[in-house]
T-cell receptor, first 115, second 113 residues
Framework: KAGVTQTPRYLIKTRGQQVTLSCSPI?????VSWYQQTPGQGLQFLFE???????NKGNFPGRFSGRQFSNSRSEMNVSTLELGDSALYLC??????????????FGAGTRLSVL | AQSVTQLGSHVSVSEGALVLLRCNYS??????LFWYVQYPNQGLQLLLK??????LVKGINGFEAEFKKSETSFHLTKPSAHMSDAAEYFC???????????FGTGTKLQVIP
């Protein structure tokens, strides 16, 4: 069974641009969560999608948005990029039965560098 | 709001020595607790989890953790460190019913040959 797949693995953008990151969950997983990992702030929860609906949201500005498609694949978008958005963005998926338990499986991440 | 504290951002142990990584959580209601490991340029891998039941939890690669409600702790241990254990370790917690996971700041484990 394939794991969580995130594309692209590396991305370089400049300030003011926007970026879209993609996440394909494990087959059968309908919950997808996104996290930002930086050396200064550690791992911070961005949002969770389940059945195409955003269920939980972290404390990030509106420049960070996401969506989920009917096949459970998810995309995350960051508009008007700032230098501080440089980070590793991790996606995690979980089974319906595990929602609410925190049990989830992570992808390898997308490393975003903003210049 | 839930918070997770990991004592020591860097820990060094000799190969074959005991590994002890400390984690404390803040919730008055015991949450679900996890330890994850992250190798360079990779995502997080679940080491072990505590949901309910037995307070001593065994995970992969010889790691285990003990949930102590009275101390609000969930420390990770391994009797004998191996070079391949060098990585960053994250303690995490989630309040039941939600999927929003709160992570500690991580502890980088160095294993000295």
């Amino acid at each position: 069974k394939a794991g969580v797949t995130q594309t692209p693995r590396y991305l370089i953008k400049t300030r003011g641009q926007q970026v879209t990151l993609s996440c394909s969950p494990i087959s059968g997983h309908r919950s997808v969560s996104w996290y930002q990992q930086t050396p200064g702030q550690g791992l911070q929860f961005l949002f969770e999608y389940f059945s195409e609906t955003q269920r939980n949201k972290g404390n990030f500005p509106g420049r960070f948005s996401g969506r989920q498609f009917s096949n459970s694949r998810s995309e995350m978008n960051v508009s008007t990029l700032e230098l501080g958005d440089s980070a590793l963005y991790l996606c995690a998926s979980s089974l319906d039965a595990d929602r609410g338990t925190g049990i989830q499986y992570f992808g390898a991440g997308t490393r975003l560098s903003v210049l | 709001a839930q918070s997770v504290t990991q004592l020591g951002s860097h820990v060094s142990v000799s190969e074959g020595a005991l590994v002890l990584l400390r984690c404390n959580y803040s919730s008055s209601v015991p949450p679900y607790l996890f330890w994850y490991v992250q190798y360079p340029n990779q995502g997080l891998q679940l080491l072990l989890k505590y949901t309910t039941g037995a307070t001593l939890v065994k995970g992969i690669n010889g790691f285990e953790a003990e949930f102590k409600k009275s101390e609000t702790s969930f420390h990770l241990t391994k009797p004998s460190a191996h070079m391949s254990d060098a990585a960053e370790y994250f303690c995490a917690a989630v309040d039941g019913g939600y999927q929003k996971v709160t992570f500690g700041t991580g502890t980088k484990l160095q294993v000295i040959p």
